[in-house]
């Protein structure tokens, strides 16, 4: 059970960015076709990648098990704990669009939210630059999240990222 509630260090940034790009799919979808059941899709999602990676994400495992794989490109690891601080944030911006779509039908609300998480991923997806990555370093920096947390994360800023030839 331990080994499901997971999250894998270091991380394949190319398989983030893939999902990233799976992400902006469905809130674009979602926004554009005013179809509020996806929020529910979008949230189920980050909240399983946030606990578990890609092990329960339907999205995770289209990543890492196909697209990355038949991209060909080789791995780009980086640092887990940013990345699942990144899910974290797209879990809370996903289920609070969820809640006001389908618990409150509050559309201009929810849709504002799965907006900016449409323009977080597409930032990862397009040009590889994660914001929730970016606040954990500065937090780290404040001291807010201990060093321990990520001995890697040190210097994410100027960190090029190691590369490997497994996905």
């Known amino acids: ?15 983030a960015r893939v999902v990233a790009g799976g992400v902006v799919v469905l809130c674009v979808t979602a926004i554009a076709l005013d179809q509020a059941w996806l929020s529910a899709v979008i949230a189920y999602g980050f909240l399983a990648r946030v606990l578990t990676g890609p092990t329960l994400s339907p999205l995770g495992q289209l990543a890492t098990r196909v697209i990355t794989p038949w991209l060909g490109r080789p ?6 704990p940013p990345k699942r601080f990144a899910q974290g944030i797209g879990a809370v911006l996903s289920v609070s669009a969820a809640v006001l779509l389908l618990g409150f039908g509050l559309r201009p609300a929810g849709y504002v939210l799965l907006g900016l998480v449409t323009v977080a991923a597409t930032l990862e997806s397009v040009f590889a630059f994660c914001i929730g990555c970016k606040i954990f370093a ?24 190691a590369t490997a030839t497994t996905p």
Not at 75 to 80: E, F, N
Not at 140 to 157: A, F, H, K, Y
Request: with cysteine; aromatic share 6%.
């Open 138 to 161: 500065g937090l780290m920096r404040l001291g807010v999240i201990p060093e321990s947390t990520c001995e890697q994360c040190n210097d994410i800023w100027s960190r090029a990222g």
């Open 1 to 15: 059970m331990r080994q499901l509630f997971s999250f894998p260090n270091p991380v394949n940034e190319i398989s």
């Open 75 to 80: 791995a780009k690891l980086v640092p887990g």
